[in-house]
Nanobody
C-alpha cells in the first residue's frame, strides 16, 4: 500500500505563488510516476502535471504551462508543484497520485492523496 499526503495549499491573491508538496510512503517511491490533478466545485477532475520516476520527463496541462512546475526529490520521497502567477480559475482541490507511468488520465493512477485546497482571490 502507498500513502500520499499533500500539503501547502491555502489562500493567495491573484498573481501570487504557492508550492504544494506530496509526501509518499509505503513502497519504493522511484517505482512510480507522479501526477497532480485538481477539481473545482461542480467540475470534473482535471489533469495538471505529471512527472516520470526520475524527473526527466514532465507533462503539463495547457492551462498551467509556463506558470506551474512539477518536480520530485527521490531522496525525500516527495513530489512538488510550484505554482506561480496564480489566477482565480486555479481555485480547486489539488490531489497527487501515483501511477506506473506519467499519465494525463486519472484512471491510470493507483493511489491518491486526500487533497489540499487552493483558493485564489481576485
Amino acid at each position: 500500500q502507498v500513502q500520499l499526503v499533500e500539503s501547502g495549499g491555502g489562500l493567495v491573491q491573484a498573481g501570487g505563488s504557492l508550492r504544494l508538496s506530496c509526501a509518499v510512503s509505503g513502497r519504493t517511491f522511484t517505482n512510480y510516476a507522479m501526477g497532480w490533478f485538481r477539481q473545482a466545485p461542480g467540475k470534473e477532475r482535471e489533469f495538471v502535471a505529471a512527472i516520470n520516476w526520475n524527473g526527466v520527463s514532465r507533462y503539463y496541462a495547457d492551462s498551467v504551462k509556463g506558470r506551474f512546475t512539477i518536480s520530485r526529490d527521490n531522496a525525500k520521497n516527495t513530489v512538488y508543484l510550484q505554482m506561480n502567477n496564480l489566477r482565480p480559475e486555479d481555485t480547486a482541490v489539488y490531489s497527487c497520485g501515483a501511477a506506473r507511468w506519467p499519465s494525463m488520465r486519472g484512471i491510470d493512477y493507483d493511489y491518491w492523496g486526500q487533497g489540499t485546497q487552493v483558493t485564489v482571490s481576485s
